[in-house]
């Protein structure tokens, strides 16, 4: 969704490192550029476009059953698909000045601005004069830049611990039973969708190659089929709610132990269709491919959009809740999204998304960078490891 994760390639040569200083170093010289892979630039964007349509869809659910079931199936396992490439693209990251400084410019600066405009855009354009601008409560979209945070800078700790997907699922199913948990920086979301990044960080590119398998893409078609059958039953039968992971059990009126049963089954659910959602994701580079690398902007900005039509009335219109007023919603919402995602709203809005801020930092100064060895590089020997290990040998 965002540029603020690390890129899967190098960027466009020549170009500075987002948060980091003109001289930041780019691939090694003479090292031909890598190009991006298609596949997940792909997956950001449907993930991206789907998160536009629920928000469109939102309105519509009340008077509809089937806009309620479709919602649910979304909601399920849009969010969740991108925290787990979120987790996926953080395997790699660390307390290294250069990323850390990234972290600040691509997630924190973002946050503190839009958090700010979005207060602002609630208290006149809702004539809400009572909504206050504070940075500890996360209005609407900024809870995620708050999530991507804590998430990143708790990755090494994750990488280390013996069962990392299990402990952030016992600590998800914790929150959802603590209603105590307040509002501040939207801890509850943090840790309920904690175990999706958790799980990203455990996956390797042959996990993402094995769920892209023609037999897995045929078998998603029934999988989202029944999902749909079950959404449908559901939908006057249980809130949606859930779907957020943003209250406790209690607070959504259902018995404490409901928070961990749900904690588990929607886990398992989000799961499964989060891999059918990769199944189907194309891997070849199409014409909107592109714009996958510049969905934060897309994310952020469709948000005054959505929450304006509430504002101003426009789903007051009649057509709008007719099964041809749904369409067109969902092709308005799909086009601005993609719209949104493009050069001239980078341009624009890059300042506030993508500061460079090099007179905020001080960054070591280095030589040619070199790659950072990924989570599944072999282990450096130790010196004189062989040595040792001879002289060892020698000795018996």
């Given amino acids: ?53 629920g928000h469109a869809w939102q309105p519509l659910t009340s008077s509809s059953r ?28 660390d307390a290294r000045p250069d990323r850390l400084v990234r972290l600040v410019t691509g997630v924190v600066v973002p946050y503190v601005v839009f958090e700010v405009a979005y207060s602002l855009f609630k208290r006149y354009a809702d004539d809400d004069p009572t909504h206050a601008i504070t940075l500890l409560d996360p209005w ?16 090494p700790l994750w990488r280390i611990v013996r069962w990392p997907v299990p402990l952030a699922l016992a600590i998800a199913s914790l929150a959802a039973i603590s209603p105590d948990i307040g509002d501040d920086l939207d801890l509850q979301r943090v840790l309920q969708f904690l175990p999706f990044f958790v799980f990203g960080l455990s996956l390797r590119p042959e996990h993402f190659k094995l769920v892209r398998r023609r037999s897995v893409r045929i078998a998603a078609v029934p999988v989202f089929a029944v999902a749909l059958v079950v ?10 709610a859930w779907f957020y992971h943003r209250d406790s ?22 799961i499964v ?33 959505a929450k304006g039509s509430r504002f101003w009335g426009w789903y007051d ?40 801020m090099a007179w905020a930092f001080r960054l070591p100064a280095r030589g040619p960078r070199q790659a950072a060895p990924g989570p599944d590089a072999p282990r450096a020997k130790a010196p004189g490891a062989d040595a040792s290990r001879e002289r060892e040998v020698v000795r018996r």
């Avoid at 031909?32 to 449907?46: A, G, I, V, W």
């Avoid at 959404?231 to 949606?240: F, K, V």
């Avoid at 059990?249 to 989000?270: D, H, I, R, Y």
């Fill in 317 to 356: 219109v009649d057509w709008v809740r007719t099964p041809l007023g749904m369409i067109a919603v969902t092709f308005i919402a799909v086009a601005i999204i993609l719209v949104l995602c493009t050069t001239p709203f980078q341009r624009i809005f890059r300042p506030v998304m993508e500061p460079k």
């Fill in 231 to 240: 959404a449908y039953w559901a939908a006057p039968r249980m809130s949606s």
């Fill in 66 to 93: 089937t806009a309620e079931a479709l919602y649910m199936v979304v909601y399920a396992f849009h969010m969740p698909a991108f925290i787990i490439v979120s987790g996926y693209f953080s395997r790699s990251f």
């Fill in 249 to 270: 059990a209690q607070e959504l009126g259902a018995p404490w132990w409901t928070g961990l049963v749900m904690t588990m089954a929607l886990f398992a659910c989000s």
């Fill in 140 to 155: 609407y979209l900024t809870w995620f830049l708050v999530a991507l945070f804590v998430w990143r800078l708790t990755a």
């Fill in 1 to 53: 969704m965002t540029r603020a994760l690390p890129p899967h390639t190098y960027e466009r040569a020549k170009a500075p490192a987002a948060g980091g200083s003109p001289e930041a170093p780019g691939p090694p010289p003479g090292k031909p550029e890598k190009p991006r892979d298609s596949f997940f630039d792909n997956t950001k964007l449907l993930a991206i476009v789907l998160v536009a349509c």
């Fill in 273 to 305: 269709l989060s891999a059918c959602f990769f199944a189907w994701t194309p891997g070849r580079r199409l014409w909107v491919t592109a714009l996958g690398a510049s969905t934060l902007y897309g994310y952020l900005l469709h948000g005054f959009l």
